[in-house]
C-alpha cells in the first residue's frame, strides 16, 4: 500500500492502492471519478480512454503509481462537467449516444484528435477512431458529431 | 364493461376503468397519478413504494413522468413520456423523465397471456406494449386537470380545453397553468370509462423529432450505470465460472485465497467459487491465484466446429421435428415443380458482447429480510428479478433501482447475474456487494445466440412461380432458433417450415433479432438463388412475392427507388437485397466490394426502407436502424464463438471481434414511411438484413453464394476459389 497523489481535472486527489494498481480501478472505485468506463481491461475497447498531458490513454493498463507524478490526468468529468464542450454539444447536436456506456471514451478520443488536427479528413476520423468499440453501432452519428464540432471551428481548450 | 368503484375518500380516489384503475394520492402539492387493474395489489403496492405515480406535477408547473421501461439506447426515457405528454397537453419543456418504480401491477405493460402484465423491455417491445398504457394514463391526467378547473371556476367541463401546460376557458379568457391546478387539486368522484384520445393527426410531439432527454448526461460522465454505483461500506465480488459452461469446480487452494490481502469470504457455486474483498484490484487478483479443477458438464466433448455434420444429418433424417408453418403440400409441390434448389446455411455462435460488462450492486439487510439492489436489468419476473424468491421474502421488501443499461441485446433479460451478486450480499449483509463480470467472464460465461442449419428447398414451376419452400432449421433453443422462419409476406402457396431439435449444454440466449438473423440470411438468399436461376432481378422477383402484402411492398420500393436500384453499381460493386419482418416492416440494400487477394468485403452503403406503423421518434427510429445494420454487419462479417471439447475459445474483444469505425460503412441511409397504425418495435429490424444483403450482393459480384456466417476473409476465398 502506498499513498499516491494525482493531478486530476486540476485538482489533486489521493488514494491509498497497493502496487500494480490500474489506474482505471483508482479512477472509477477509489476516487469515485465514474465517467471513466471499463470495457474490457486490455486496450482493446477504449471505453476507459482518459488523456494524460494531453494524449488519449487507455486507463485499463496504466499502473497508477506511474502515473502520481505530477502528470496533467483529465476524464470526461474534467473535459467540461457542466458539458459546454464543443464535442459536448456536438454530440447531443448529433443524438450520438444509444446506451452511452461507450460514449466517455469516444468523446476524449475525438478530444484529442481534434486537439492535435483541428480540421481532420473523414479517413482521419476514422483511423483515429478506430481504438474506441461502440456496440450500439452508433459510428456515423459520431463522426458526425466530430464533423460539426470541427466544422463550428471551436477553440478546444483542455 | 364492468365499472367496479372500490373507494372513494378525500385524500384518494380508485376507480376501474375498462380494465385500468387511476389513482390519484393527494399530498399537499404533488398529486400523483398511476394505472393499476387489481386495487388491492395497488393499494398494498401504494403502502409501500415511496412514489407509485405516472406523473409528478410541482405547483411552478415543472413535472416528471416516469418511464416504466427500461433505457438500454433504444430511447425509452423519451419515447414513452412523450406519447404521455402528448395525451396530457403538458408543455415538453417542462418535463423530467426518471425510471418508475419496478411495481408491475401498477406500471406493466400488457403481457403474453390475456390480461397479464409485464415489465420487460424485450423482443423491441417499449413503444409497441407501453403505446395505449402512456396514452390512457395521460389522457386521465389531462381530465382530471380540466375537471379541477371546471370546479375553481365553475364552469362545466365541456366548455374547457388545454394548451400545453394550460387549461384554457375561451369563452371567458380565463387561463389555469397545470402547477396552479395542481396546489389545490379538486378530485372527481368517477372516470370516464372512455376518455377521448387525440387523433394522429393532433399530435405535437409524436411524431417530432425531440432530443433525448437522457443524452446531456451521456456526454459528461454523470448517466449512471449499475457498475458506477459506490456506496459506504461496499465490498467487490468476482466469480470464477471457467470456460466449460456448467462444470462444478473444486478449489485446491483455499487457505493460500484467504490469506490473500482484503479477501473476506469464499463462496462456492455449483458452477463456479465466488470470492468477496475489500476492494475490486484484491478481488481480481485473489481470482487470479484461484486453482480449481473443474468437473465435466454436458457440453463435455462437444466441438462446435465438426458439430455440423451431425446437424446435416437430422435435416436429412425422416423424422420430422416441431412443424411451425405447414400451408398447401410441399411435396406435391416439389414432384410437379420444373426447377427445384437445395441449399445449406450455416451460422456459428454469437455473443453479445454488450459494452457494459454484466455486474450487479445487492445490499441485504442484516436480519435477512429486506434487499436493496442497483442493476442494469430488461427486468423479468416480475419485476424484483427474481431476488424476492431467492430470500424468500415478499416481493415488497425488495427494491429494484434500475440505472441505465450499457447495452441489453437480449443478454440482461436473464439475470443470473442479480441471483449471484444476491447469494454473495446475503453471506456479507449488510454490506453492499458490487458484482463484476470481467470481459473474460463476460466471454466465457456468456449466453449465445445458438449455433444452427438450415436445410431450404425451393420449388419453381414451368411458370417460373416459387410454388414450394421448405426450411428446416436445427438448432438447440427452440424458438431461440426458429423465430424468423415464416414467410408471412411472401405469397408462396405451398410451405413447410420446421425446427429440428440439437443439444450440446451451452448456455443460449435471445439475442437481437433472434433466429431472425440466421432464418432471413437462409430464406432471402435462397430467393436470389432462385432468381439468378431464372435469371430474373431480385427485387422484381420479391415484388411478384409481395402481391398480397402492400406495406411490405412499399418498404421493397422505396429502398430500390433510394438505392438507384435499376442502375447498375459502380464498377467493381454490387448490390444486394433483403427484406424483413420484425416487429415493423423493412426493406434494406446494401453496396459492396471485394478484395480478392484478402477476401475482405467491404460494404459502402445501406439504405433502408422501414414501416414502423406511427413513428413516435423518427430519428431516433433512424438510429436504431443504423445501430441494428451496423451491428448486424459486424455479426455478419467477423463474430464467432468456437467451441472445443465443450470450452469456449474466446476470452475477450482481442478474439471475439466487433466491427470498428474505420469499417463502418460511408452511409446508412432509412426512410421511414409512416402510417397510423399502432406502432411495431424497430430494435430489430435492422439488424437481420444484413447477412441476406451482403450475401445477395457477393451473389451477384462474383456468382458465388456465401453460406456459413460470418463471412470471414478465409471463409470468402475459400467460397471464391472453390
Ligand atoms: S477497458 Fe481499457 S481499453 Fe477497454
Ligand atoms: S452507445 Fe452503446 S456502446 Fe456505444
Known sequence: MAKLSFNINQEQFEAEVKSGTSLLWVLREHLGLTGTKYGCGIAQCGACTIHIDNRPMR???????????????????????????????????????????????????AAALLDQNPSPTREEIRAHMSPILCRCGTYLRIEKAIRIASENGTPLQQ | METNTYTASRRNFLKATGGFTLYIGVSGILPGLISCEDPKKLEAALKKEPLTAWVKLSSDGEMVIFNPAAEMGQGSMTALPAIFAEEMDADWS????????????????????????????????????????MRRAGAEARYILLYSASKTWGVPMGELTTEPGYVVHPESDRRLGYGE???????????????????????????????????????????????????????????ERGDLHGAAPELQNEAEILGMDGVLKIIRLDYAIGLIATSLEGALEAKKNLRISWGTSAASGFDSGTAYREYEKIAAGNARGEVIVESGDVDKAFNSAARRITADFKNDYIYHAQMEPLNAVVQVAADGGSAEVWVGSQQGPDSKLGVPELLGIPPENVTINLQYLGGGFGRRSMNDFVSEC????????????????????????????PMSLQRVTAGVDSGGKLTGFAHCVVGDGGNLVASGIRNDHYRIPNQLAEWREARHGIRLKHWRSVGHGPNKFAIEHMLDLVA????????????????????????????????????????????????????????????????????????????????????????????????????????????????????????????????????????????????????????????????????????????????????????VLEVLNA
Not at chain 1, 450520438?96 to 461507450?102: F, K, M, S
Not at chain 2, 406500471?107 to 423491455?121: I, N
Not at chain 2, 449488510?430 to 463476460?442: A, F, G, Q, S, Y
Request: glycine share 8%; with cysteine; hydrophobic share 35%.
Open chain 2, 181 to 239: 391546478i395542481a396546489s389545490g387539486l379538486q378530485i372527481p368522484e368517477t372516470l370516464p370509462e372512455n376518455i377521448p384520445l387525440k387523433k394522429s393527426s393532433e399530435y405535437r410531439l409524436v411524431g417530432q423529432d425531440l432530443q433525448r432527454t437522457e443524452l446531456p448526461e451521456k456526454v459528461n460522465g454523470r448517466a449512471q450505470f449499475a457498475i458506477d454505483i459506490r456506496l459506504p461500506d461496499m465490498v467487490y465480488g468476482v466469480l
Open chain 2, 422 to 449: 444476491v447469494l454473495l450480499a446475503q453471506e456479507v449483509a449488510p454490506k453492499p456487494v458490487k458484482l463484476i463480470w470481467t470481459r473474460e467472464d463476460d466471454v466465457r460465461y456468456g449466453a449465445f445466440r
Open chain 1, 59 to 109: 486507463a485499463c493498463i496504466l499502473r497508477a503509481e506511474d502515473y502520481a507524478n505530477g502528470q496533467q490526468i483529465t476524464t470526461i468529468e474534467g473535459l467540461s462537467g457542466s458539458g459546454e464542450h464543443p464535442l459536448q454539444k456536438a454530440w447531443i447536436e448529433a443524438q450520438a449516444p444509444q446506451c452511452g456506456y461507450c460514449q466517455s471514451g469516444q468523446i476524449m478520443q
Open chain 2, 532 to 715: 439468378t436461376d431464372l435469371k430474373k432481378d431480385p427485387v422484381a422477383l420479391r415484388r411478384e412475392l409481395m402481391a398480397d402484402a402492400p406495406r411490405a411492398l412499399a418498404t421493397l420500393d422505396k429502398v430500390a427507388e433510394m438505392a438507384d436500384w435499376d442502375t447498375p453499381a459502380p464498377e467493381g460493386r454490387a448490390r444486394g437485397v433483403a427484406f424483413v419482418e420484425h416487429g415493423s416492416l423493412g426493406s434494406g440494400i446494401c453496396e459492396i466490394s471485394l478484395d480478392r487477394d484478402t477476401g475482405k468485403i467491404t460494404v459502402h452503403h445501406f439504405w433502408c426502407a422501414v414501416d414502423p406503423g406511427i413513428a413516435v421518434q423518427p430519428d431516433n427510429i433512424k438510429a436504431q436502424i443504423e445501430g441494428g445494420i451496423i451491428m448486424g454487419m459486424s455479426s455478419v462479417l467477423s463474430e464467432q464463438i468456437t467451441i472445443r471439447d465443450g470450452r469456449v475459445q474466446q476470452s475477450n474483444y482481442s478474439d471475439y471481434r466487433l466491427l470498428r469505425m474505420q469499417d463502418a460503412p460511408e452511409s446508412i441511409e432509412t426512410v421511414i414511411l409512416g402510417s397510423d397504425q399502432h406502432p411495431e418495435g424497430v430494435g430489430e429490424t435492422g439488424t437481420p438484413l444484413v447477412a441476406g444483403a451482403i450475401a445477395n450482393a457477393f451473389l451477384k459480384l462474383t456468382g458465388k453464394s456465401l453460406r456459413h456466417l460470418p463471412f470471414t476473409p478465409e471463409r
Open chain 2, 94 to 133: 417542462k418535463v423530467h423523465v426518471e425510471f418508475s418504480p419496478q411495481v408491475t401491477e401498477v406500471y406493466g405493460s400488457p403481457g403474453w397471456a390475456p390480461g397479464s402484465k409485464l415489465m420487460f423491455t424485450v423482443g423491441s417491445r417499449t413503444t409497441n406494449s407501453y403505446f395505449d398504457v
